[in-house]
Nanobody, 131 residues
Framework: QVQLVESGGGSVQAGGSLRLSCAAS???????????MGWFRQAPGKEREGVAA????????YYADSVKGRFTISQDNAKNTLYLQMNSLKPEDTAMYYC?????????????????????WGQGTQVTVSE
């Protein structure tokens, strides 16, 4: 089992920045087995959507078109922590942001699908961007 805890959310004005963190804990073997980690977001009345993902072994990253060039996903394996640096934030980025992880690898057709993989989920952290 792996537990994921997000932090770093908050309220900012448009154009501002936030860095989200996702700390993973649990059995060492389970954590080392994680191959794909991602960030998702869900706004009220909307479906959960993939924001970014990373292959933990290679560092290869995926991004949604809406955040390319503004968001950066990264990992610190020594701290078992996943990050999402969010710059140039827009009001449409307002949502609950979730961290997710899975022992299976993810690819171009799967990383953004919350129902296809991602066995483990965090509780979420709220991001609110005002005009």
């Amino acid at each position: 089992q792996v537990q994921l805890v997000e932090s770093g959310g908050g309220s900012v004005q448009a154009g501002g920045s936030l860095r989200l963190s996702c700390a993973a804990s649990g059995h060492t073997y389970s954590i080392f087995s994680i191959l794909c980690m991602g960030w998702f977001r869900q706004a009220p009345g909307k479906e959960r959507e993939g924001v970014a993902a990373i292959l933990t072994t290679t560092g290869f990253t995926y991004y949604a078109d809406s955040v390319k060039g503004r968001f950066t996903i990264s990992q610190d394996n020594a701290k078992n922590t996943l990050y999402l640096q969010m710059n140039s934030l827009k009001p449409e980025d307002t949502a609950m942001y979730y961290c997710a992880a899975d022992p299976r690898s993810c690819g171009g057709s799967t990383w953004a699908d919350p129902g296809k993989i991602y066995q483990y989920w965090g509780q979420g952290t709220q991001v609110t961007v005002s005009e």
